[in-house]
């Protein structure tokens, strides 16, 4: 073939029908059924072939058709009423507007400095919104996407950051022989629905990152409308820029360990330099919070801090300060392979010599990133560390993943208990709309109206305007069926694209069968994941397969990070095992596992199997979804199931935690999932009443959809974030953030005071009083430390005791902690503080005293890493 270039002539909508550009491009209709219906009726075969994409429909109706619908003044009215509804959405005051009511002269909770801020900066590597935009790999990105929507919703004022991919994600079919083959179809960003930033003159707005050697980074900035969320996305494959350079943004998550330094360069640098150009365009407010999703981004902190040392001349550690405390980190693994890290020399490579920023030395990014703890590798540069160090409040992502994170990182603050480690959690969520089959949201709509959200209405009985159990096993039976055929479809696809004729694929057509107990089970490939736990005991799942009266059929998908060669593996024995002609109708593998998928696949379902090796699983979406949609979920007590399972809305596939062979331990936890299913959940849900009900899984659907469906919501988690981390981190921001960086400098110098002082601090003795007068319940102790503090003040630090009961093995379960009071000072930086406390309960009591720095600017005991614990 002859090489050819291309460009896009864009379609010239009639007027009547102009509204219809609006509604493309903004992404609300990725969740919003009736404009999504308004587009499949301009041409519903188009539709159908440009795969649910406005944009290229748009593209693809021809102008007659567009001139007769012009002419139709229905089609031009149901034009407008949805413009319109899209821009009341866009404008009316939402759940984040209630949160800061205006003050009598008008002022907002942000301008008068004690409300949520302003806006909030949402930095990603990946972001999954719709099939259309294929820019996300897996659950980060569709977090990530998830959040942007609910923040839409509750009227949350971010702004998303991040890159636009010039492939994506790789898309994935099969050979003959069941090998992942990866292709990267270069995305057209012009058939997109972006929309790219110029300067007032009409060129395109670019921004700069130095590389070495003199080199230029230049990357546009495309805009992405994701319902009142604008979300910028970095491209660098722009004119001006050298071929390499080009490339910086080719795929997501591909090339060397250098390509990715580069991608995450220009995200963090480049990143916030996108954000001053969107606010110099378009006058939206600078961020007062900054939010890094995953390390990926963390060099937006040192961007940050290079521009307050530019601008307002102050000192690396007090534009930290500044920057710290506008910061929120959140970490998404607790696999340590699972983190960036870079080698040392090489970022030295990047920010030192002639590419280093201006008023940041490179031996301070380093000291950022330095894994300068025991067990630590000094040639890396860890991105989660300096995600954490740059962060004053940083949080896992459901209860287990926290608490799994803190001990994860506890080696950056030795000398603390893990429990006190810095890190929250805030428990991931769903985006609803997005998530919930839509005509099974409109069915609960309809019948309970206001009480949808609660799940209330799921519970009510059918006399009590509730869903009767007939009309809710046949809307599971439509979703299920919808798989069906949907599976069909993409089976004889990928055996057509394996090389097999039409005529060979017969057998297709009984592919799955729309009234068998139907178990999903898809996502990412990551070995810890168990893609093949299920194919432990081949026969065993084979007689589940094929049992004549209650069969079970399964349907799997996934990608593996071409990389990860055991990954790639996994995949190959699982279709090997589904392309074994016995069995092959009741399990299949579907190719290329993406967002469209997941719509059809989670509402589809029966049961979600999901079985990682726990506590690998952070927190984990996909069973969410399903939740929504009255599917079960089937799993390890892992990430979020470990916080929500109640006994009721699915099962617990118990785990042989503290087992250490790991072929042992597979063994045990695939007999206890093959026991679950043969034992409990296909009896359960072939166990039919007189009318083919079964009546107890109905039972489990309806407490699933009541208990689990408001939790789950991505609206319930960017509620949690708002209030536990974006409301006081502006809080925080704003008092660091006045004239010359006043707060941060002060805080800074006070640090370095403490920092220098902190060797002279010791604990000279601890003595009590009353502890040896037989105390009884009630009583009390007075506790007195007398310190020596060296040049520092009593006020520098905080003396304190912590107090509990001793169990037989001489550990202190504490029942608490308190502050002792400073009482007396003696010559030479001595000093007694001394406290009260209260004997409330019988046994054996125990007690220590530490110190600790204090000062009202610090996130908490541990900010500093400095503490003295008494002998
Ligand atoms: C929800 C989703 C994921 C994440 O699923 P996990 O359960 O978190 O592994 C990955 N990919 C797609 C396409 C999804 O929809």
Redesign the pocket.
């Known amino acids: 073939m002859r090489a050819f270039r291309r460009f896009t002539v864009r379609t010239v909508l009639p007027e009547p029908l102009a509204p219809l550009d609006e509604l493309a491009r903004n992404l609300r209709w990725s969740w919003h059924a009736p404009t999504r219906e308004l587009f499949a009726s301009i041409d519903p075969q188009a539709w159908a072939a440009v795969r649910s994409d406005p944009v290229a429909l748009l593209g693809a109706v021809s102008p007659e058709r567009l001139a007769a619908l012009a002419a139709d003044p229905d089609v031009v009215a149901r034009v407008h009423a949805a413009a319109d509804d899209l821009r009341a959405y866009l404008t009316m005051p939402r759940w984040y507007q209630s949160l800061a009511p205006e003050g009598a002269d008008g002022s907002s909770g942000a301008d008068r400095g004690d409300g949520p801020p302003r806006a909030i900066a949402y930095f990603s590597a990946e972001f999954?919104i719709t099939a259309v935009l294929p820019q996300y790999s897996?659950?980060l990105g569709?977090l990530a996407g998830d959040h942007l929507k609910s923040a839409s919703d509750l009227g949350v004022p971010i702004v998303g950051v991040g890159l636009l991919y010039g492939a994506g994600y790789f898309k994935q079919s099969l050979t003959r022989d069941g090998w992942q083959h990866e292709t990267y179809p270069v995305l057209d960003p012009d058939n997109l629905p972006l929309t790219a930033l110029r300067e007032d003159d009409g060129t395109l707005a670019t921004i700069e990152v130095p590389l070495p050697g003199g080199r230029t980074l230049r990357a546009q900035v495309w805009r992405a409308d994701v319902g009142r969320v604008p979300l910028l996305l970095l491209d660098s494959n722009v004119a001006g820029n050298d071929d390499a350079a080009r490339r910086v943004t080719d795929r997501l998550y591909g090339g060397t360990s250098e390509h990715r330094l580069q991608q995450e360069l220009l995200l963090g640098i480049g990143g916030v330099r996108a954000l001053r150009l969107f606010s110099r365009l378009t006058g939206a407010p600078e961020p007062e919070v900054y939010h890094a999703n995953e390390g990926h981004a963390g060099f937006l902190g040192v961007e940050r801090i290079r521009e307050i040392v530019e601008l307002e001349g102050t000192s690396f550690a007090a534009a930290r300060e500044a920057v710290r405390a506008g910061t929120v980190f959140t970490t998404h693994t607790p696999v340590p392979a699972g983190i960036d890290r870079f080698g040392v020399d090489l970022v030295r490579s990047y920010l030192g010599g002639a590419s280093e920023l201006p008023g940041v030395p490179v031996d301070e990014v380093l000291a950022l990133g330095a894994e300068d703890y025991d067990g630590g590798d000094p040639t890396v540069f860890n991105m989660a560390v300096m995600g954490l160090r740059l962060a004053k409040r940083a949080n896992g992502v459901s209860l287990l993943h926290g608490a799994v994170s803190r001990e994860m990182f506890s080696v950056l603050w030795p000398g603390f208990d893990a429990a006190e480690v810095p890190i929250a959690s805030v428990t991931n969520g769903?985006h609803g709309p997005t998530w919930t089959d839509p005509e099974f949201a409109g069915a609960a709509q309809e019948q309970f109206g206001a009480d949808a959200a609660s799940g209330a209405g799921w519970l009510r009985g059918e006399d009590a305007g509730g869903v009767s159990d007939g009309r809710l096993w046949s809307e599971r039976g439509r979703m299920r069926a919808r798989l069906v055929h949907d599976a069909r479809e993409r089976v004889r696809r990928s055996w057509s694209d394996r090389g097999a004729s039409p005529a060979e694929l017969g057998w297709v057509d009984d592919v799955l069968d729309p009234d068998v107990l139907t178990i999903g089970f898809?996502?990412?490939v990551p070995t810890y994941?168990r893609l093949t736990l299920m194919l432990r005991d081949p026969e065993r799942l084979t007689r589940l397969l094929l049992d004549p009266d209650r069969p079970i059929q399964i349907v799997v998908a996934g990608k593996s990070h071409p990389a990860d060669e055991q990954g790639v593996g996994l995949i190959q024995k699982f279709v090997q095992f589904a392309d074994d002609e016995r069995v092959r109708e009741r399990i299949v593998f579907l190719p290329n596992?993406?967002?469209a998928?997941?719509q059809v696949l989670m509402p589809g379902c029966d049961v979600w199997l999901?079985n990682p090796l726990r506590p690998l699983e952070a927190?984990?979406?996909?069973?969410m979804?399903c939740a929504l949609n009255g599917a079960l979920n089937l799993s390890i007590l892992d990430g979020w199931w470990d916080e929500w399972f109640d006994g009721q809305n699915g099962w617990a596939i118990p785990t042989a935690d503290g087992v250490e062979d790991p072929e042992r331990r597979d063994d045990l936890e695939a007999a206890a999932l093959y026991e679950l299913l043969e034992g409990t959940v296909v009896p359960r849900f072939y166990d039919r009443d007189a009318d083919g009900l079964p009546r107890h899984w109905l039972e489990m659907v309806r407490h699933t959809l009541a208990t689990l469906g408001p939790k789950v919501q991505a609206t319930r988690m960017v509620a949690d974030y708002v209030e536990q981390l974006y409301a006081p981190t502006a809080l925080d921001a704003r008092a660091m953030d006045g004239t010359g960086h006043a707060g941060a400098v002060a805080l800074a110098a006070w640090k370095e005071r403490v920092r220098a002082g902190w060797p002279a601090v010791r604990v000279d003795h601890v003595e009590t009083e009353g502890a040896d007068q037989a105390p009884r319940v009630g009583d009390a102790v007075t506790v007195r430390a007398f310190v020596s503090l060296g040049d520092l003040a009593p006020s520098d630090v905080d003396v304190q005791v912590t107090y509990g009961r001793v169990g037989e093995n001489d550990e202190l379960t504490s029942f608490g902690t308190l502050s002792l009071a400073h009482t007396e000072s003696y010559e030479a930086g001595r000093h007694q503080f001394s406290a009260t406390v209260a004997l409330e309960r019988p046994g054996a009591f125990g007690y220590g005293v530490r110190v600790v720095p204090r000062h009202e600017g610090l996130a908490g005991a541990t900010e500093l890493g400095l503490v003295v614990n008494a002998a």
């Open positions: 999954g897996g659950g569709i769903v898809a996502r990412r994941k596992y993406d967002i998928m997941a999901n927190s984990g979406t996909s069973g979804k």
